[in-house]
């Protein structure tokens, strides 16, 4: 079992970047793949980016692609969402939520999703 938290959203100007962190507890953490999704109002949540066990591979929506770089530090047993050139369609809530597996990209494969942090980007 493990206990997620994330941290670092606010309100940023389009074209700005953000950092998110996810905190773990939880002696699995460091054996089994992270992912990071977004939600908004009226829309279901959709997946951002995802990383294996120990950062190998890491995977990107479309639409984030070369703006946004996840990456983790198991012994701090964080994960990282360092988002840039941001804009409007980025806005939403984001959460961290852990897989079974060691290396995952499909949100029915992550689970203890934590509280979520709020982004929001102004055009």
């Known amino acids: 079992q493990v206990q997620l938290v994330e941290s670092g959203g606010g309100l940023v100007q389009a074209g700005g970047s953000l950092r998110l962190s996810c905190a773990a507890s939880?002696?699995?953490?460091?054996?089994?793949?992270i992912g990071w999704f977004r939600q908004v109002l009226g829309k279901e949540r959709e997946f951002v980016a995802a990383?294996?066990?120990?950062?190998?591979?890491?995977y990107y929506a479309d639409s984030v692609l070369g703006r946004f770089t996840i990456s983790r530090d198991n012994a701090r047993s964080r994960v990282y969402l360092q988002m840039n050139s941001l804009s409007s369609e980025d806005t939403g809530i984001y959460y961290c939520?852990?897989?079974?597996?060691?290396?995952?990209?499909?949100?029915?494969?992550?689970?203890?999703w934590g509280q979520g942090t709020q982004v929001t980007v102004s055009s």
């Open positions: 990383i294996d066990w120990i950062g190998r591979a890491t």
């Open positions: 939520g852990v897989s079974g597996l060691r290396d995952a990209k499909s949100q029915g494969d992550f689970g203890s």
């Open positions: 939880g002696r699995a953490f460091s054996n089994y793949a």
